[in-house]
C-alpha cells in the first residue's frame, strides 16, 4: 500500500526561477494540504485541496505561488520567481477525509527546495 | 497567542527510560482532534497517535501513549521503555472543527536524544 508520494525529493533554483513540486495522495484519499517547514521550524499550513478544487488557501502567500489538484494526477505547489527565502522543506499530506477534526493526515517524504 | 506550545526545545533521555513530552494547546472550538508526529534525522513526518477532544479515554498505540488532561488543555506523549530509535524531532498538532483554516496548527517541536 503506497503512502504519500512526493517528487522531486530535492530542488535547487536559482532566483527568479519557477518551482514545481508534485504530491500524489495514498490510494483512497482524495484530500490534500501542503505544509511548509523552516529550518528549526514546525510546519506551517499552506493551502488544502480536493480533485479541482481550493478548499482553503488562508496558509499560502499571495503572490508567487499556486497550488493545483487536477482530475487527474498528482497535486502541484508551484512557486514563481523564487527567492532566497523560500528554502524551506515542503510537506504534502492526504486523508480519505477533509471534513472531520478526527482525520489523520498522513505525510509524504517531503521536497527539500534550496535557491541559490 | 500560540495555538500549540511545546516548552522542551530539547531533552536527553537514558535508553529504556519513560519520556514524556508536553504539549499545551489553545482553542475555544468544543471540537478538536490533537496529534503527535516524529519526524526523523531523514526528514519524513511520521504519525505516532491521535486524541479526540470527547474520547473518553487516553489514546494508546503501542509505547506510545497520550496523557490527556482537557481542563488543563495539555496532550503530552509518553513514550514507554524509550529506545535509540526513538532519537527524533517530536510535533504535537491540532485541527479544529472549524472557524479555522483546514490544516493543522504545529507546535515548534521537542528534539529527543535518546542516549545509550
Known amino acids: 500500500n503506497a503512502g504519500v508520494m512526493q517528487n522531486p525529493r530535492h530542488l535547487v533554483r536559482r532566483r527568479g526561477q519557477e518551482a514545481r513540486l508534485r504530491c500524489s495522495p495514498m490510494k483512497g484519499h482524495s484530500h490534500v494540504y501542503w505544509y511548509r517547514q523552516l529550518p528549526e521550524e514546525g510546519l506551517k499550513f499552506m493551502v488544502y485541496l480536493q480533485k479541482e478544487n481550493i478548499i482553503d488557501e488562508s496558509g499560502m502567500p499571495k503572490e508567487r505561488f499556486s497550488a493545483e489538484f487536477p482530475k487527474e494526477g498528482p497535486s502541484i505547489l508551484r512557486i514563481q520567481q523564487v527567492v532566497r527565502g523560500d528554502s524551506a522543506a515542503y510537506f504534502c499530506?492526504?486523508?480519505?477525509?477533509?471534513?472531520?477534526?478526527?482525520?489523520?493526515?498522513?505525510f509524504g517524504p517531503g521536497t527539500r527546495l534550496t535557491v541559490l | 497567542a500560540q495555538k500549540i506550545t511545546q516548552t522542551q526545545p530539547g531533552m536527553f533521555v537514558q535508553e529504556k527510560e519513560a519520556v514524556t513530552l508536553d504539549c499545551t494547546y489553545d482553542?475555544?472550538?468544543?471540537?478538536?482532534?490533537l496529534f503527535w508526529y516524529k519526524q526523523p534525522s531523514s526528514g519524513e513526518m511520521i504519525f505516532l497517535i491521535y486524541?479526540?477532544?470527547?474520547?473518553?479515554q487516553n489514546a494508546t498505540e503501542g509505547r506510545y501513549s497520550l496523557n490527556f488532561q482537557k481542563a488543563r488543555k495539555s496532550a503530552n506523549l509518553v513514550i514507554s521503555a524509550s529506545q535509540l530509535g526513538d532519537s527524533a524531532m517530536y510535533f504535537c498538532?491540532?485541527?479544529?472543527?472549524?472557524?479555522?483554516?483546514?490544516?493543522?496548527?504545529f507546535g515548534k517541536g521537542t528534539h529527543l536524544i535518546i542516549q545509550p
Open positions: 486524541q479526540g477532544s470527547y474520547d473518553q
Open positions: 498538532a491540532m485541527r479544529e472543527s472549524g472557524g479555522g483554516a483546514d490544516g493543522l496548527t
Open positions: 482553542t475555544s472550538d468544543p471540537s478538536y482532534g
Open positions: 499530506a492526504s486523508s480519505p477525509s477533509g471534513t472531520m477534526f478526527t482525520d489523520t493526515q498522513y
